[in-house]
């Protein structure tokens, strides 16, 4: 089984910054792709970053230029560094992870982070 625990979410002001973080634990072979989706109060979940192994990375229109995915393979952590938050940021964020169960990565499995709220607000 795989936990992923999700940190640094919180009350920023319009303008703020805030970095989240989500660390995987338990028995994998190695990480394939990473995401970081957001939920809204009576919105659909949308994938907002995603960054592959090879190191490619996919954004959400809204936060070009704003968001940053990157990752630290040694700590099998993925970040999230958010800047010029706005109001319409505000949301649950979660990580999900595609793990490799084998050498090869034949068999892969996802898991998702608990989430954290990120709410921009004056």
């Known amino acids: 089984q795989v936990q992923l625990v999700e940190s640094g979410g919180g009350l920023v002001q319009p303008g703020g910054s805030l970095r989240l973080s989500c660390a995987a634990s338990?028995?994998?072979?190695?990480?394939?792709?990473m995401g970081w989706y957001r939920q809204a109060p009576g919105k659909e979940r949308e994938l907002v970053a995603s960054?592959?192994?090879?190191?490619?990375?996919t954004y959400v229109d809204s936060v070009k230029g704003r968001f940053t995915i990157s990752r630290d393979r040694a700590k099998n952590t993925v970040y999230l560094q958010m800047i010029s938050l706005k109001p319409e940021d505000t949301a649950v964020y979660l990580c999900?992870?595609?793990?490799?169960?084998?050498?090869?990565?034949?068999?892969?499995?996802?898991?998702w982070g608990q989430g954290t709220q990120v709410t921009v607000s004056s």
């Open positions: 960054l592959t192994r090879g190191g490619s990375t």
């Open positions: 999900q992870m595609e793990v490799c169960s084998d050498l090869l990565c034949l068999l892969k499995h996802s898991f």
């Open positions: 338990g028995s994998f072979s190695s990480i394939n792709a």
